[in-house]
């Protein structure tokens, strides 16, 4: 009997694969376990963030009204002040990729010479806002708008977005 202990515990062959689906079973177990208490918590976080960050307010104070941005339009008699004001805050309120989309649909039309007034009074507004907040290189806003106080269309002859 001796013997066959020793031999018993000597010996490496043997059905190890059902140890290891047992442990393997244990493992996804626990896996599904933890996956079940943790998607609450989760869940809970993501939406706190969410609701945080939709109520959240960004500071853009130091962006504000300037009529000289619109000089130019002015002085062809094509907006006044007020009108101005209104596509500016219009403007103010867009999200800066819809400003971006916006320049650059309208400096095609520039270039096409396809751009009507009304169009041409938005884009200023846009382009306004975008010197502002600093998301449009300044080089094509002077260029096309002279937000510089240059006149428009400066000196290079296609500025690129």
């Known amino acids: 009997m001796v013997n066959f202990f020793k031999r018993f515990l000597?010996?490496?062959?043997?059905?190890?694969?059902?140890?290891?689906?047992?442990l393997s079973a244990a493992a996804v177990g626990m896996a599904i376990a933890t996956t079940a208490v943790m998607t609450g918590g989760i869940e809970a976080l993501t939406g706190r963030?969410?609701?945080?960050?939709?109520?959240?307010?960004?500071?853009?104070?130091?962006i504000a009204f300037e009529s000289a941005h619109f000089e130019p339009?002015?002085?062809?008699g094509l907006l006044t002040e007020?009108?101005?004001?209104?596509?500016?805050?219009?403007?103010?309120?867009?999200?800066?990729?819809?400003l971006i989309?916006?320049?650059?649909?309208?400096?095609?039309?520039?270039?096409?010479?396809?751009?009507?007034?009304?169009?041409l009074g938005a884009l200023f507004a846009a382009a306004s806002v975008a010197y502002q907040r600093n998301i449009v290189d300044d080089a094509v806003l002077e260029h096309y708008?002279?937000?510089?106080?240059?006149?428009?269309?400066?000196?290079d002859p296609n500025p690129t977005l």
């Open 49 to 62: 963030i969410d609701a945080e960050l939709r109520d959240r307010q960004l500071n853009d104070t130091f």
């Open 82 to 98: 007020a009108q101005a004001t209104d596509l500016w805050n219009s403007a103010n309120s867009s999200m800066n990729q819809d």
């Open 145 to 155: 708008f002279g937000l510089d106080g240059s006149a428009p269309g400066g000196s």
């Open 73 to 76: 339009l002015y002085m062809e």
């Open 10 to 22: 000597i010996e490496e062959h043997g059905a190890i694969s059902v140890d290891y689906t047992v």
């Open 101 to 119: 989309d916006q320049l650059a649909d309208g400096i095609t039309k520039i270039q096409d010479g396809t751009i009507t007034e009304a169009e």
